[in-house]
């Protein structure tokens, strides 16, 4: 093919890809280029290996005498010394926060970033602003610079950008707001392992998961900043849980001081059934069992005094140490991929009836057993996990929206404020407590003003 790079056709013909330059006489310049840049981030070989793998189980567990439950800190139990190091650690300009925001709103009727998906239930505010809000919060209270770390994918990088610029980063300093694109995986044909087109000269590329982010954070030379920078942990949660307490003193001081490498939060299960990725020890180590690979008995063993045996549940919300990160994103230490056999739409096959594809993913705790030294902590599941996943139905907008207002009560009646309730129990008028306000129950304590009465929809700001 005229233009075409010699060394490039060679390569291609090597694994026996060439069919990637079907109409290449009919592209354009820019184009071609395009076509030619993605074929040089492809890790041809890697995806060779990877083909061959492609009927291996998607996960063995090991036999059940390897498996333990993981022990467990109570959150209420972190002492006001332990907090004392997390302030110190915030105000020294320690810890960064990563947000990782690359999904799409599609299961929402949307596609615009979720994180613009509005769930205030006072105010509208969306996802994006309660997150950032945090983060000025959090730099508002300790005097502290804290960047912001937000990970968008090829789909959603352009809006999210744009989103945060049309609302002046929400207070926040641009300079300390980063984004990042998570990296991409191309898709293979599960019969022949040929790469998948879109269209001539466009290979079909999707998010490389959740993963992903750990390694797109230091490929793009953000960690490299961030160590220079005097950033010892990088706080990790995910946009579509708005409770979540980014980067609290009590966490992020317990973590130093049992001088963790990978930390987790846990809530715990409530329901055998219940879909979360299980926090266990497998092989003395931590890792987590996804709960679709947790095994029915063991999903509902249970201790003499009752409780699921197995019942850390994860809501994705971990604190890593910076050396940590380096380790686990370079050289041999750099995490897996895993196998998945997907429907793709493509040139070859615009409406597959079955599974066509191979689609490979990073997951971000395959980082978990790669530490050394770990630590869970239990946090109720009312005050830091509500995740919009649904339209309609349990982790919809609507159940995210009773949570802040539920978690929102609480705080004022602790307060001392009056909130009134339906016979049901249930809080008549909506209430919103914006981050800026109060970052926690005792903020808000300390703030509202004697004799407060909720008697409409309120948001305290």
């Given amino acids: 093919m005229k233009s075409v790079p010699p060394d490039v056709l060679h390569h291609l013909k090597h694994h026996r890809q060439e069919h990637v330059l079907f109409g290449w006489d009919v592209l354009s310049e820019c184009e071609r280029a395009q076509l030619i840049g993605d074929i040089a981030g492809i890790d041809l070989g890697e995806l060779d290996t990877l083909y061959r793998r492609r009927n ?7 036999p059940r005498d390897r498996i333990a439950p993981l022990a467990v800190e109570a959150w209420s139990e972190i002492s006001s010394a332990t907090i004392s190091i997390g302030e110190a650690a915030i105000r020294a300009g320690e810890v960064a926060v990563l947000l990782v925001a690359g999904g799409q709103g599609s299961r929402l009727g949307s596609d615009k970033p979720k994180g613009i998906y509005p769930v205030g ?16 919060a959090l730099r508002r209270n300790y005097a502290a610079r804290v960047p912001f770390l937000v990970m968008t994918s090829h789909a959603t990088h352009a809006d999210t950008e744009a989103y945060f610029e049309a609302n002046d980063y929400f207070g926040l300093p641009q300079i300390d707001v980063h984004f990042f694109q998570q990296g991409t995986m191309p898709a293979l044909d599960l019969q022949t392992g040929k790469l998948l087109l879109e269209k001539p000269g466009q290979l079909f590329l999707s998010p490389n998961g959740h993963g992903g982010s750990l390694t797109a954070l230091a490929d793009s030379g953000i960690l490299a ?13 995910q946009v579509d849980n708005p409770l979540t307490r980014i980067a609290d003193p009590a966490f992020v001081g317990r973590h130093i ?17 219940e879909k979360v990725g299980m926090l266990s020890q497998i092989d003395g180590r931590c890792g987590i069992i996804e709960y679709s690979d947790l095994p029915a008995e063991m999903a509902n063993e249970r201790t003499a005094t009752g409780e ?26 750099r ?4 196998l998945a056999q997907k429907k793709v739409p493509c040139l070859s096959e615009r409406a597959p009836k079955s599974e066509n594809a191979l689609k490979f993913e990073m997951f971000v705790f395959d980082a978990l057993p790669l530490a050394d030294r770990w630590l869970a902590v239990s946090v109720e599941r009312t005050d830091e996990f509500a995740p919009l996943k649904n339209a309609t139905g349990p982790d919809s907008a609507q159940t995210v929206r009773q949570l802040l207002i539920a978690r929102g009560s609480k705080w004022l009646e602790t307060a001392g404020v009056a909130v009134p309730r339906t016979a049901h129990g249930e809080p008549i008028y909506p209430v919103e407590i914006r981050p800026t306000f109060a970052l926690d129950e005792a903020e808000c304590q300390r703030k509202i003003p004697p004799g407060t009465t909720i008697t409409a929809p309120t948001l305290f700001e």
Avoid at 56 to 62: D, G, T
Avoid at 225 to 237: C, I, Q
Avoid at 308 to 333: C, D, N, Q, Y
């Fill in 308 to 333: 699921l045996m197995f019942r850390a549940g994860s809501p994705a919300i971990h604190l890593f140490s910076v050396p940590f990160l380096e380790k686990v994103t370079s050289g041999s230490t």
């Fill in 257 to 273: 001081e049992v001088e963790s490498e990978a930390s987790s939060k846990v809530v715990f299960k409530e329901q055998p059934e």
């Fill in 335 to 338: 995490l897996a991929y895993h």
């Fill in 225 to 237: 900043k961030l160590k220079d920078t005097g950033v010892r942990h990088v706080f990790y949660f």
């Fill in 56 to 62: 291996e189980p998607h996960a063995v567990l090991p």
């Fill in 121 to 136: 239930p006072v105010s509208g505010a969306s996802l994006f602003q309660i997150h950032a809000e945090k983060v000025l």
